[in-house]
């Protein structure tokens, strides 16, 4: 079945430097991606999401790009800060039309920004 | 707060005991979605309403579990004759949804479910 994983587990950064969280998503049928932060204790949190009818967007000191030849999503996050520690999810949605609105969360990956 | 929320926040039972939690979305959001997440791994998928209608339902959603959401506002997950398996954290989520397009999913902090 479909599935989404994440390369790493586990991902350190320096305060300050740029971090990139990469994620894996298998089924092509997949039109929506969402990228979510779950800090310890507490309900997953929206950062940012693409269609597949994009590459790119951008946010605040976040940007998502998504490859569909190679089914990959990434997170760039810039400058990080101490708050950017948690654990990073993303989440894929099957195409609206198949009127199936669940996401398929991948495993997380922990960010831990290093002061 | 204009947010997700649920409650409780936290529940302790002990294996066979029934238990209900009880989600409120976002007001405007007609969508409402019930995930699983066990420690380590991400959301899974459980069940998600438009309005009142409860449209999907995953594999994981045993005949032990049953959703409501009577009136389309809140909404109700019962577990009967609880196991240890059960033990989890149960996330809410509300989106809004028109006829073309929907929206990003908004997640409630969660009930940690705890069987012993």
């Known amino acids: 079945g479909e599935s989404v994983g994440l390369h790493l587990p586990t991902l350190s950064v320096q305060e300050g430097d740029n971090s990139i969280i990469n994620c894996a998503y298998s089924?092509?049928?997949?039109?929506?991606f969402i990228w979510y932060k779950q800090e310890s204790g507490k309900g997953p949190q929206f950062i940012i999401d693409?269609?597949?009818?994009?590459d790119k967007r951008q946010g605040q000191r976040v940007t998502v790009l998504l490859n569909k030849t190679v089914k990959h999503l990434s997170l760039q996050i810039a400058a990080t800060q101490p708050g950017d520690s948690a654990v990073y999810f993303c989440?894929?949605?099957?195409?609206?039309?198949?009127?199936?609105?669940?996401?398929?969360f991948g495993t997380g990956t922990r960010l831990t920004i290093i002061p | 707060d204009t947010g997700v929320s649920q409650d409780p926040r936290h529940k302790i039972t002990k294996r066979g005991q029934n238990v209900t939690f009880r989600c409120d979305p976002i007001?405007?959001?007609?969508?409402l979605y019930w995930y699983r997440q066990t420690l380590g791994q991400g959301p899974e998928f459980l069940t998600y309403?438009?309005?009142?209608?409860?449209?999907?339902k995953s594999r994981l959603l045993s005949d032990r579990f049953s959703a409501e959401r009577p009136k389309g506002s809140f909404s109700t997950l019962e577990i009967q004759r609880t196991e240890q398996g059960d033990s989890a954290m149960y996330l809410c989520?509300?989106?809004?949804?028109?006829?073309?397009?929907?929206?990003?999913?908004?997640f409630g902090p969660g009930t940690r479910l705890t069987v012993t």
């Open positions: 989520a509300s989106s809004l949804a028109g006829r073309t397009v929907s929206y990003e999913q908004y």
């Open positions: 089924n092509s049928a997949s039109d929506y």
């Open positions: 693409i269609r597949s009818n994009m």
């Open positions: 989440a894929e949605r099957l195409g609206s039309n198949f009127g199936n609105e669940k996401l398929t």
């Open positions: 007001s405007e959001h007609n969508r």
């Open positions: 309403f438009q309005n009142e209608a409860q449209l999907e």
